[in-house]
C-alpha cells in the first residue's frame, strides 16, 4: 500500500445530499448559465446578474464554515460544484473559487479578529477576494517573490509588482507575499516571506492592466501594482517569515479545485462528443459506428470515471484531514489537468471541422484545459512535490530535484 497506510485509505464517502446539491447545481449551469456562454466569449465577461443568481444559490459560501458565515459543507462539496460550472464554463467555476485562495489561508494561520472581519463577506457574496502571490520572475518559485514589506511605525508598507491574478477586478480582500527580510542563503531563499491581508482602497494599491490570455474568456487575470501600500501593523497574516508555509499550504488545498474545474472539462466534451458522434452521418453510417471514432469515445469515458474516483478520493481525504491528502491532491491536479487536455484534443478530432469552429465552443475547453495545467502548481512542480514526499516518507527527509 505504501506510500498509504491502509486499503481503507481508499474509501470515498458519498451522501443523498451531495447528490441533492449537485443537481441544484446542474440546473442553475444548463437553465441560467449554459444558455449565456456564447455571449460571456465574445464579451469576455460575465453579465452581473448571473453572479448575483449564484450568490443567491450560495455558492460563495460552500466549503466556509457556518460560524464565519458560510454554507459549511467541506471539499467534496466544493469539487461538486467547480465540476458541475465547469462542464459547461470552467472560467464561471473561478468567479467564487478563487475566493478560497483568500480564506483558506486566512482561516488556516489568520487570528480570531481576522476571521470574524474577512471570512463572512466574502462567504456571503458581499464582496470578492483575491491571492497576490505570483510575480513577473516568480511563479511556481514561490521563494522568489521580490515584493518587499518595511515596518514604519504603526503600517507595513509594500513596494512591488504582482501579475496574474486571477479575480483581482472585483475583489475588495487580498492576501499579498512580501519578502520581510533577505534569506539567510541560498538553500534557504523560502525564509523571509510574510502574507498580508490587504485591502483594495488602501492607498498606493493599484489595479494594473488586464493580461488577455487564451482561455477562461470571463474571468481573465490581471496585474496588481503596490507603490508604497501602508498596510495597518495588525493585518499580517500568521507570523512573520512564515509566508512560505502560508503559501504551499493554500496551494495543497487549492490544486484540488483544479482537478474539479478539469474534471468538469472531461465531462463536458465527454457528452459533446458522444452526442454528435451518435448524430452525425458519414458513408450513409453514424461515425460513432467507426472504430476510429468508438475507440476515443471509450476512452474518453474510461479516463473520465478514473479522473472523477481520483478527485473525489483526494476530497474525502481532504475532508478527513488525512495527511495522505498531500499525495493525493497533487496526483490529481496533476493526472486529471492532462486527461482535459488529452480529452479536449479527441473532442476536437472527433468533431473534425466543427471542433475548430468557435460557434460550436469545442475548441473553448482545450484553450481552457491547458491553463488548469499550468496554475496552482505547473504540473511539472506536482511531480517534484510528488517525489519529494515519497523520499520523506523513506527516510524522513527530502532532496533537491532539479
Known sequence: MFPFKSILDFNV????????????????????????????????????????????????????????????????EL???????????????????????????????????????????????????????????????????????????NYWVLNGRKIFITGAEKAQYFVVSARTSPPPSKRERWKGLSFFIVERDYPGFKIGSKINVIGLRGEQPYEIILDNVKVPEENPLGKEGEGFKIAVTTYDHGRLGIAAQALGIIQGVFEKSLNYALQRYAFERPIISFEGIAFKIADMLTELEACRLLT???????????????????????????????????????????????????????????ITTIYEGTNEIQRITLVRMLIRNIFGATIDII
Open 312 to 370: 473525489y478520493w483526494a476530497a474525502t481525504l481532504a475532508d478527513k484531514n488525512s495527511p495522505e491528502y498531500l499525495l493525493a491532491a497533487s496526483m490529481a491536479k496533476m493526472y486529471v489537468t492532462e486527461i482535459a487536455e488529452k480529452a479536449s484534443s479527441l473532442a476536437i478530432k472527433i468533431h473534425g471541422g466543427y471542433g475548430v469552429d468557435k460557434e460550436t465552443g469545442i475548441e473553448r475547453y482545450l484553450r481552457d484545459s491547458l
Open 79 to 153: 469539487v461538486i460544484l467547480i465540476e458541475e460550472i465547469s462542464r459547461v464554463c470552467p472560467a464561471f467555476a473561478i468567479v467564487f473559487g478563487v475566493n478560497h485562495l483568500f480564506t483558506t489561508p486566512v482561516l488556516l494561520f489568520g487570528n480570531e479578529e481576522q476571521k470574524k472581519k474577512y471570512i463572512p463577506p466574502v462567504a456571503k457574496g458581499e464582496v470578492f477576494a483575491a491571492h497576490a502571490n505570483t510575480e513577473p520572475g516568480a511563479g511556481s518559485d514561490v521563494a522568489g517573490i521580490q515584493t518587499n514589506a518595511k515596518k514604519e511605525g
Open 13 to 76: 464517502i458519498l451522501k443523498e445530499e451531495h447528490e441533492v446539491f449537485r443537481k441544484t447545481v446542474r440546473e442553475f449551469v444548463e437553465k441560467e448559465l449554459e444558455p449565456r456562454i456564447k455571449e460571456i466569449e465574445e464579451k469576455n465577461e460575465f453579465p452581473e446578474e448571473l453572479i448575483e443568481r449564484a450568490k443567491e444559490l450560495g455558492f460563495p459560501g460552500i466549503g466556509i464554515p457556518t460560524e464565519y458565515g458560510g454554507q459549511g459543507g467541506g471539499a467534496l
